[in-house]
Each structure stands twice: as C-alpha cells, then as structure tokens.
C-alpha cells in the first residue's frame, strides 16, 4: 500500500514567514529543515501581516482548500501559528479563545488534524498581556487534546531571544530567536503529531 502524501498549511501572521531572519527561513523553514519524511510532502506558509486571530479565522479555510488535496490521497494538516496582533488590536481575551476555538472545530469537522504554536514575546510593555493570551491559547488546545507550543513562557526572559528584539525594535527575533521558537516546535510533540521518529 502506498504510504498517503503529506500536505501541512500553515496560517498566521508575519512572523510564521519568518521577518527579520537575515536567512529567510523563520521558524517554520528550520522545522520543516528537521522533519524527514519517506513519502512526498509538502507545506505552505499562508500569512497576512499585522493579522489578529478574528482574521484568521474568517480566511483561513477557504485558503487551504486549495492546497489540500482530497482526502483518500492525502493526508491534511493544519499549522495554526499565532501572533501578538490580537493584544496590540485590543481584542479581548474571550474573543481570541472564541476565535481560535472556532478554528480548531472546524479543522476537525474536516477530519483535518492541528497543531497550534502560540504567541512569543515582544514590546516589554506586552509581556502580561501576551502571557495571558498564550494562557488562554494553551487552554482552548488542550481542551481539544491539540498539540499547543507555548513559545512566551520559556523566551520571556531569555538573552538571545531578548537581544534578537532589541535589534529589531521588540517586534520580530533575528536568525537566533526563530532558531529557538522552531527548537521548541521540534520538541513539543512535533514529530510525534506527524506520525515520523524523533529526529534527536
């Protein structure tokens, strides 16, 4: 039998295309760099910037339609990758949960399997508010038993990434602070939501 082919969309903002990487690979290059698959794959990055997870959700499933390919030959999966716009837009945190929420029950009315990487830091005048969101973004994942990467909690405080921001204005990490957010990607559960060996 013919092992299925592996289509992943992922959405979300400007940092899931990596800005500010002087190597234009992002997180998402350097995960997909560290997954070897022994079937055909392919993914696609489908971002708009500066965009809050109200946006997402009205545009995301028409997007990945396209890419999808039917069900009986592929195998679908879906990268929700979340941003800071929902804090800086004002968008209260029952509306966020709402949204992402919405996202994932559709994902799996289409039999489509999540995966979810939350929010990083950025402006120091954020960080209670983006630590709440992330919070909330892990509750609504795990209530639905969807894999969630919290990417706030373990770069908060940390040097390299704090010294990518500094040099970016606190909006986007450099080469070092999106090698950090896809190491903790690759060490989430990653592998295992793909069904592939532990690449460590």
Do not use: K
Not at 48 to 69: D, I, K, Y
Not at 84 to 97: E, F, K, M, N, Q
């Amino acid at each position: 039998m013919t092992a299925r082919a592996v289509r992943i969309c992922v959405v979300g903002d400007e940092l899931s295309v990596g800005v500010g990487d002087p190597r234009a690979l992002g997180w998402v290059g350097r995960v997909m760099a560290r997954s070897h698959f022994d079937h055909p794959a392919m993914h696609f990055t489908l971002a708009v910037p500066g965009e809050t997870t109200s946006g997402l959700g009205a545009r995301w499933q028409p997007e990945v339609a396209t890419r999808f390919g039917p069900g009986a030959e592929c195998e679908n999966r879906l990268v929700v990758a979340l941003g800071r716009h929902d804090v800086t837009a004002g968008l209260s945190i029952a509306r966020s949960r709402l949204n992402l929420a919405n996202i994932l029950d559709v994902a799996a009315n289409g039999s489509v399997a999540a995966f979810v990487v939350g929010p990083p830091p950025g402006r120091p005048e954020d960080g209670d508010r983006i630590a709440e969101l992330s919070a909330a973004f892990e509750d609504v994942a795990s209530r639905r038993r969807v894999p969630y990467v919290d990417t706030y909690t373990p770069l908060a405080h940390h040097e390299q990434w704090l010294a990518d921001l500094a040099q970016n204005a606190s909006l986007y990490p450099g080469q070092a602070g999106y090698g950090l957010m896809a190491w903790l990607v690759l060490h989430t559960g990653w592998h295992a939501w793909l069904g592939l060996p532990d690449q460590e």
